[in-house]
């Protein structure tokens, strides 16, 4: 060995910038591992472009400080003094920041300005990449280099390989015959290969230009090659948003026919960016399409147009779709006004009532879009809400029910202008109590009454009045919770709420309210609250029995048929609103008279597992008016099971265990036969390679309603096939009318880098007599994104 050689062994050593190993030469392998690393996640995301894609943080091995410390262990050092090299041989480990290198052997020559690192090379960055290689050999300023036997799995689980990868013009990283999967020991088996993989002969990645591009590209699937690209490029993982196209989606329907729509990103600015879908189908034409965002600071919103004019609209025939030209236009807002307020809107505006659903657009599913400005404030106890609604129907009008009573769906609807909700409670005790208040302002305009007939026109009901209406209410409450030395719980409490109206009603409307213009109720209350839980146990476990009672006392509900009922039609009386203080759903109606609920709540901790919940309870009217048992043109109240001074029985079960069983059911039975009046069932189970879903509805008939009596039965199964192979299905099943009303089965393939799945459903929900039937295919590639396709069966 000559003189101005020195061998080192079992060396641990800490190096800062005055350090003979030159911690930058180091830090510039790193730098080079990382940018492989970077470009196997950019070829894991092959995705619209607008959506982040994953990259690691800024904190790569160059932005780091030269003040960060390196700590290099290895069995030998070797100083070359005389040639300026510095080697590191025998389990090389480098500990720099967040990054650690293994490798057999690190060399770094001055003279020739080259680190290479040998035999076994691996790298894990910040981000939980790992690299490995069996040669790495580079110019020590980065501008040059090769990797030799590349390998890169990154944090997503994703693996890339090349046979060589090589680095010029300072900036440019050429990976030959390039092969990347989905997933590494897919599955979760040692060695495990994904059904997909993509080969290239060569994947660039230009960092000056941020892009990745493939060449002569290859998806194989099952071994067999499905699709080939001459050249394909896209944003490298640090480009948020590019420019450039998306995975196209084809479409298939009865009246469009066949179609495809091919997306269009352009970022315009950081800021702001617009999406083209334009569409083109073989029956009716090219579909225009396009979205403008723009993010302030803020903030941000959105708008969307989308138009055609129909080559054939007659296959819309019988539909406000008969028509040539069709349009539609949408825009949200979200904007923050401070910590505690913002504001924003949702706005949908179509030409016609069925140009959302026949085209597949936003709001499709829905028998009405919603279009609205809202303010909301949140407090620490406190809370604001105000909305400005508007209602655009999706339905058409149906005139064949023969029945007197008008069919302009839309001149039904109401607008509302505004609603605002103010709630809170007051952040000191009262008397020992909490104080808590509720008020609500209302206001709207609607065209035309809305009513429906039933029993052959013979009878009807009011769902709205035509007219402007506008109410105020306030309600203010206080309640203390005392507990006594034996474990009774007390709980008094008082209050009062107040109602002014201010009506005009249209001179046609066929309401039978008040002549005046403006009413006004204030209605007191005070009541107390008992509880007394009891607990044993036993063999079955730990139960705490809970009776209860509630006294309320209230003078009667004096406007009555007098004013509008927009907010509280919606009445259902089970074992959940037994204690609520008003079982009205909204402020249009106020319970009145002295009410007395009782009944028990009984919980079990089994001590197999699992518990077991009931509730049993029944409501008395005690004195004064029964606001249920009152008729007016809305009907609210009538065949509730509250109508009488006795209530309907209410009851509650539900059953949970450890073994994957989940058991719920609610009833309402008659109060003098015992008869059930309503009912609903659910069942779920986890059972081996089955799961399933088993419910059952029932609803009496409610004569005063004009509600017939049903009954329905909703199945729902999943059978796993094996560990990637499985059927399922659905059906819903109407009892009284003995038919099915909807139904679908279908099969499905799982793996952890692809899912398939096809069905085929049938819907008689429409209002037509005619049955819907519709196959569905989904494919979806990990990490590429899914396609998927449904076609409308003829009848």
Same mark, same amino acid.
């Given at each position: 060995?000559?003189?101005?050689?020195?061998?080192?062994?079992?060396?641990?050593?800490?190096?800062?910038?005055? %350090?003979?190993?030159?911690?930058?030469? #180091?830090?510039?392998?790193?730098?080079?591992?990382?940018?492989?690393?970077?470009?196997?996640?950019? !070829?894991?995301?092959?995705?619209?472009?607008?959506?982040?894609?994953?990259?690691?943080?800024?904190?790569?091995?160059?932005?780091?400080?030269?003040?960060?410390?390196?700590?290099?262990?290895?069995?030998?050092?070797?100083?070359?003094?005389?040639?300026?090299?510095?080697?590191?041989?025998?389990?090389?480990?480098?500990?720099?920041?967040?990054?650690?290198?293994?490798?057999?052997?690190?060399?770094?020559?001055?003279?020739?300005?080259?680190?290479?690192?040998?035999?076994?090379?691996?790298?894990?960055?910040?981000?939980?990449?790992?690299?490995?290689? *069996?040669?790495?050999?580079?110019?020590?300023?980065?501008?040059?280099?090769?990797?030799?036997?590349?390998?890169?799995?990154?944090?997503?689980?994703?693996?890339?390989?090349?046979?060589?990868?090589?680095?010029?013009?300072?900036? $440019?990283?050429?990976?030959?015959?390039?092969?990347?999967?989905?997933?590494?020991?897919?599955?979760?088996?040692?060695? /495990?290969?994904?059904?997909?993989?993509?080969?290239?002969?060569?994947?660039?990645?230009?960092? /000056?230009?941020?892009?990745?591009?493939?060449? &002569?590209?290859?998806?194989?699937?099952?071994?067999?090659?499905?699709?080939?690209?001459?050249?394909?490029?896209?944003?490298?993982?640090?480009?948020?948003?590019?420019?450039?196209?998306?995975?196209?989606?084809?479409?298939?329907?009865?009246?469009?026919?066949?179609?495809?729509?091919?997306?269009?990103?352009?970022?315009?600015?950081?800021?702001?960016?617009?999406?083209?879908?334009?569409?083109?189908?073989?029956?009716?034409?090219?579909?225009?399409?396009?979205?403008?965002?723009?993010?302030?600071?803020?903030?941000?919103?959105?708008?969307?147009?989308?138009?055609?004019?129909?080559?054939?609209? !007659?296959?819309?025939?019988?539909?406000?779709?008969?028509?040539?030209?069709?349009?539609?236009?949408?825009?949200?807002?979200? #904007?923050?006004?401070?910590?505690?307020?913002?504001?924003?809107?949702?706005?949908?505006?179509?030409?016609?009532?069925?140009?959302?659903?026949?085209?597949?657009?936003?709001?499709?599913?829905?028998?009405?879009?919603?279009?609205?400005?809202?303010?909301?404030?949140?407090?620490?106890?406190?809370?604001?809400?105000?909305?400005?609604?508007?209602?655009?129907?999706?339905?058409?009008?149906?005139?064949?029910?023969?029945?007197?009573?008008?069919?302009?769906?839309?001149?039904?609807?109401?607008? $509302?202008?505004?609603?605002?909700?103010?709630?809170?409670?007051?952040?000191?005790?009262?008397?020992?109590?909490?104080?808590?208040?509720?008020?609500?302002?209302?206001?709207?305009?609607?065209?035309?009454?809305?009513?429906?007939?039933?029993?052959?026109?013979?009878?009807?009901?009011?769902?709205?009045?035509?007219?402007? #209406?506008?109410?105020?209410?306030?309600?203010?409450?206080?309640?203390?919770?005392?507990?006594?030395?034996?474990?009774?719980?007390?709980?008094?409490?008082? /209050?009062?709420?107040?109602?002014?109206?201010?009506?005009?009603?249209?001179?046609? %409307?066929?309401?039978?309210?008040?002549?005046?213009?403006?009413?006004?109720?204030?209605?007191?209350?005070?009541?107390?609250?008992?509880?007394?839980?009891?607990?044993?146990?036993?063999?079955?476990?730990?139960? $705490?029995?809970?009776?209860?009672? &509630?006294?309320?006392?209230?003078?009667?509900?004096?406007?009555?048929?007098?004013?509008?009922?927009?907010?509280?039609?919606?009445?259902?009386? @089970?074992?959940?609103?037994?204690?609520?203080?008003?079982?009205?759903?909204?402020?249009?109606?106020?319970?009145?008279?002295?009410?007395?609920?009782?009944?028990?709540?009984?919980?079990?901790?089994?001590?197999?597992?699992?518990?077991?919940?009931?509730?049993?309870?029944?409501?008395?009217?005690?004195?004064?008016?029964?606001?249920?048992? *009152? @008729?007016?043109?809305?009907?609210?109240?009538?065949?509730?099971?509250?109508?009488?001074?006795?209530?309907?029985?209410?009851?509650?079960?539900?059953?949970?265990?450890?073994?994957?069983?989940? #058991?719920?059911?609610?009833?309402?039975?008659?109060?003098?036969?015992?008869?059930?009046?309503?009912?609903?069932?659910?069942?779920?189970?986890?059972?081996?390679?089955?799961?399933?879903?088993?419910?059952?509805?029932?609803?009496?008939?409610?004569?005063?309603? !004009?509600?017939?009596?049903?009954?329905?039965?909703?199945?729902?199964?999943?059978?796993?096939?094996?560990?990637?192979?499985?059927?399922? !299905?659905?059906?819903?099943?109407?009892?009284?009318?003995?038919?099915?009303?909807?139904?679908?089965?279908?099969?499905?393939?799982?793996?952890?880098?692809?899912?398939?799945?096809?069905?085929?459903?049938?819907?008689?929900?429409?209002?037509?007599?005619?049955?819907?039937?519709?196959?569905?295919?989904?494919?979806?590639?990990?990490?590429?994104?899914?396609?998927?396709?449904?076609?409308?069966?003829?009848?």
């Amino acid at each position: 060995m000559s003189p101005s050689m020195f061998l080192l062994t079992s060396v641990r050593e800490n190096s800062g910038p005055a %350090s003979r190993l030159r911690p930058r030469s #180091f830090r510039k392998l790193l730098a080079t591992l990382s940018v492989a690393a970077l470009v196997s996640v950019a !070829g894991s995301v092959v995705a619209p472009a607008q959506t982040p894609a994953a990259y690691p943080p800024s904190g790569t091995a160059e932005s780091a400080t030269d003040k960060q410390r390196m700590l290099l262990e290895a069995d030998t050092l070797i100083y070359d003094l005389d040639n300026e090299k510095v080697s590191a041989v025998g389990s090389v480990v480098i500990y720099y920041g967040d990054y650690v290198v293994v490798s057999d052997r690190v060399e770094v020559d001055r003279r020739q300005k080259t680190v290479t690192a040998i035999g076994s090379v691996r790298l894990t960055d910040p981000t939980g990449n790992i690299v490995t290689a *069996e040669k790495v050999d580079l110019a020590e300023d980065l501008s040059a280099g090769m990797i030799e036997s590349l390998e890169v799995i990154s944090e997503q689980r994703t693996v890339m390989r090349a046979r060589k990868a090589t680095r010029h013009d300072d900036d $440019v990283t050429v990976f030959d015959d390039a092969e990347y999967e989905a997933c590494v020991d897919c599955d979760g088996v040692k060695g /495990g290969k994904p059904i997909w993989t993509i080969k290239s002969k060569q994947i660039i990645h230009k960092q /000056g230009e941020r892009t990745v591009t493939f060449r &002569q590209a290859t998806l194989e699937f099952a071994g067999v090659p499905i699709a080939w690209v001459p050249h394909l490029s896209q944003p490298d993982p640090t480009v948020k948003r590019k420019t450039g196209f998306l995975i196209p989606g084809p479409v298939y329907d009865q009246s469009l026919g066949f179609g495809l729509t091919v997306p269009y990103f352009w970022a315009l600015a950081p800021d702001m960016d617009i999406t083209f879908r334009p569409a083109a189908y073989s029956k009716q034409g090219f579909l225009a399409d396009a979205e403008w965002r723009h993010r302030l600071d803020t903030g941000y919103y959105t708008l969307r147009a989308a138009g055609i004019k129909q080559a054939n609209p !007659g296959e819309f025939s019988g539909t406000t779709g008969d028509t040539d030209w069709r349009g539609a236009l949408f825009s949200t807002g979200r #904007f923050a006004i401070n910590e505690r307020w913002n504001w924003g809107w949702n706005v949908t505006v179509a030409s016609d009532r069925s140009f959302l659903g026949d085209y597949d657009l936003p709001g499709s599913s829905n028998d009405a879009a919603i279009s609205d400005v809202f303010l909301r404030g949140f407090g620490e106890r406190n809370s604001f809400d105000a909305h400005l609604y508007g209602i655009f129907v999706q339905q058409e009008d149906d005139t064949s029910t023969g029945l007197p009573q008008d069919v302009d769906l839309q001149s039904k609807q109401p607008f $509302v202008h505004p609603v605002i909700d103010y709630a809170g409670i007051v952040d000191r005790p009262v008397f020992g109590g909490q104080v808590s208040y509720t008020s609500n302002l209302t206001s709207l305009t609607r065209q035309k009454d809305d009513i429906f007939s039933f029993d052959g026109g013979t009878e009807e009901r009011f769902r709205g009045v035509g007219g402007t #209406f506008t109410r105020a209410s306030v309600e203010v409450m206080w309640k203390r919770q005392m507990i006594d030395q034996i474990g009774q719980v007390f709980t008094p409490f008082v /209050g009062v709420s107040g109602d002014a109206y201010f009506l005009d009603t249209w001179d046609d %409307s066929t309401a039978d309210l008040a002549n005046e213009h403006v009413l006004g109720q204030v209605m007191p209350m005070a009541g107390i609250e008992y509880a007394y839980p009891i607990m044993a146990s036993g063999a079955l476990g730990t139960t $705490v029995v809970t009776p209860m009672a &509630q006294l309320i006392v209230r003078p009667d509900e004096n406007l009555v048929g007098d004013v509008p009922n927009e907010d509280s039609q919606s009445l259902v009386f @089970d074992e959940t609103s037994l204690f609520d203080i008003n079982k009205f759903s909204g402020f249009d109606r106020s319970e009145g008279g002295t009410r007395l609920n009782v009944g028990f709540r009984q919980t079990t901790n089994l001590a197999v597992g699992g518990s077991l919940t009931t509730v049993f309870g029944q409501s008395y009217h005690l004195a004064g008016e029964n606001s249920y048992a *009152e @008729d007016t043109i809305y009907g609210t109240g009538l065949d509730s099971g509250l109508e009488s001074d006795s209530s309907d029985f209410v009851a509650g079960l539900v059953l949970n265990t450890d073994n994957g069983l989940l #058991f719920g059911t609610r009833a309402r039975f008659d109060d003098a036969s015992f008869e059930v009046r309503r009912a609903e069932a659910q069942l779920l189970g986890l059972m081996g390679p089955i799961t399933t879903s088993l419910t059952y509805a029932y609803l009496d008939e409610q004569p005063d309603l !004009g509600i017939e009596e049903r009954s329905e039965i909703q199945g729902a199964a999943n059978l796993r096939l094996s560990r990637k192979w499985r059927l399922f !299905g659905t059906t819903r099943y109407d009892t009284v009318n003995e038919d099915f009303v909807q139904s679908a089965v279908g099969i499905g393939y799982d793996e952890e880098a692809f899912s398939a799945s096809i069905s085929y459903s049938e819907d008689s929900t429409s209002s037509s007599d005619t049955i819907d039937r519709t196959v569905f295919l989904r494919l979806g590639f990990r990490t590429l994104g899914d396609i998927s396709s449904s076609s409308d069966l003829d009848d």
